[in-house]
Nanobody
Framework: QVQLVESGGGSVQSGGSLRLSCAAS????????MGWFRQAPGKEREGVAA???????SYADSVQGRFTISQDNHKNTLYLQMNSLKPEDTAMYYC??????????????????WGQGTQVTVSS
């Protein structure tokens, strides 16, 4: 059974940093593409970043240059380093996994398994 558990969210001021973690279990981690998504109140879920087993990455334009996705295949853990945070980054952040092609398009509908989310709040 696939389980994804996020941690590391919190409240920071604009310009600050946070690192999110996602602990994966119940499957062969390197067989899946992994991604981070976010959803703000009243808005549609949107893709933030994704990574494949070889380390190839994809980022949303809104976070390019500020966020970095990475993973530790030995620890079955996904990370999202978020720097230069802005109030518009405030959202619930979700970790997700998929085996479907097209992972780099960051479409949440392509991802099969989801964590429960961790809240990120950025104040101005």
């Amino acid at each position: 059974q696939v389980q994804l558990v996020e941690s590391g969210g919190g409240s920071v001021q604009s310009g600050g940093s946070l690192r999110l973690s996602c602990a994966a279990s119940g499957y062969t981690y390197s067989s899946y593409y992994m991604g981070w998504f976010r959803q703000a109140p009243g808005k549609e879920r949107e893709g933030v970043a994704a990574i494949d087993s070889d380390g190839s990455t994809s980022y949303a334009d809104s976070v390019q240059g500020r966020f970095t996705i990475s993973q530790d295949n030995h620890k079955n853990t996904l990370y999202l380093q978020m720097n230069s945070l802005k109030p518009e980054d405030t959202a619930m952040y979700y970790c997700a996994a998929t085996t479907r092609a097209g992972w780099w398009l960051l479409r949440w509908t392509d991802f099969l398994y989801w964590g429960q989310g961790t809240q990120v709040t950025v104040s101005s």
